[in-house]
């Protein structure tokens, strides 16, 4: 006789478990990411995008082994994490980098297991933690200021020829003289900002300036980029073999590490040696070479961003909008200047005015009181037969 016991399923280890993923570059680690997939990352003062972007891949945890704020600036991206329900370890110190790509890892009360071995411990974030520390954080910006003021000035000597009178910009085959010109960045609400200025790309034909993964973001919305400017670490090989003009950012010495990639590639460039950031590099370009006008989607522009960039990019970018901020408009966010409402109410009404408007144009015309007497004689007939059909049931 068969036995009727089942054996029972192990029970689950508590905590939370996935497979490992380890990037100290949090945007290269988005590229990979899976969700459930454990993210480890390095990266301190957690900003708003690459936390947005860690969002988005709807990772099962994500294990820092640096602070994620570190009260140098009020930085959004640990509430953004928790604020998505994604669970933040915080402060967990080098260690957890060496864990091997794919292992599968446990997370309990802060503490990171692989297999039954203890990794590291650190901080589970919470709201309360992070309201605390961005309090905190608040109260130092005046220190920030100071050392943005001072960043400022030490850029403005190391870059004055090319801010003042465009030395160093190369020579392009991309014609901009006289043309409006589009900067896309992966920022802030680009995808959404991309969509509210179909009409204005359509209209305008603007020079399309991918900046790195903005580039991407371009073919994305159904565009190709005119130009691609950037260190080329975030950009895809597709995007680089579009077609359009590749411009490579290097260093003020000449120094470009992008170059071996577009060249492996085989992919026709120049070179642009610049102290700021791509972005900035991309705004000079546009404007030193007779932009009418400059249209930038996603780029920095508030203090926090800048102080997302750290303090090597703030001063770039303040002092290159002001270089060319009499053509500058800054779409950022545009997409949620107006969003349309329109009732059923008001879309009936609407209909009815157009069905209106239609009638008396018919009218109007022999054709159209052809066909309204027609319509009327039609009307006339269902109606006699309807009355007859009911005489003739009494």
Known sequence: MRSTLRRRPPTPEPGI??????????????????????????HEDLD?????????????????????????????GPEILVGAGIPLVDDLGPDVMAIP????????DGAVYDGDTLVAEGVEQTSAIIALAMEEARAGLSVQLESFAANTMDYLRRER?????????????????????LIVVRGYHYKEDLVTLRPYIREYRPVLIGV??????????????????GDMDSV???????????????????????????????????VFPATGTSEDV???????????????????????????????????????????GGKLIDAKGVSRLYRQRISNLQLTLLVLAGLLALGVALASTEAGQTFFGLVGARIDDFTSWVRGLFGGGA
Request: one cysteine or more; a neutral charge; aromatic letters at 2%.
């Open 17 to 42: 478990a996935g497979s490992a993923r380890v990037d100290r570059r949090t945007k290269s680690l988005t590229k990979r990411l899976r969700a459930g997939e454990i993210a480890v990352i390095d």
């Open 48 to 76: 708003r995008v690459s936390a947005e972007a860690l969002v988005a891949c709807q990772p099962a945890a994500v294990l820092n082994a640096a602070r994620s704020t570190s009260g140098r600036y009020p930085n959004l």
């Open 101 to 108: 790509e794919g292992h599968q890892l446990r997370v309990l």
């Open 161 to 181: 020829d090319l801010l003042l009178d465009g030395v160093g910009v190369p020579d392009i085959d991309t014609r901009i003289d006289g043309r409006q010109v």
């Open 212 to 229: 790195d993964g903005g580039a991407d973001a371009i073919l994305e919305a159904g565009w190709r980029p005119d130009m691609i400017v």
């Open 236 to 270: 895809s090989d597709r995007a680089l073999t579009c077609g359009a003009e590749v411009v490579v950012h290097a260093y003020r010495d000449g120094r470009a590490p992008g170059i071996a990639r577009v060249e492996q590639l085989g992919v026709p460039h120049v």
């Open 282 to 324: 991309a705004m000079l370009l546009a404007d030193d070479k007779g932009a009418e006008l400059i249209v930038a989607v996603g780029t920095h522009a508030t203090l926090v961003e800048f102080l997302d960039k750290g303090r090597s990019g703030m001063a770039s970018t303040f002092l290159t909008r002001l270089r060319v």
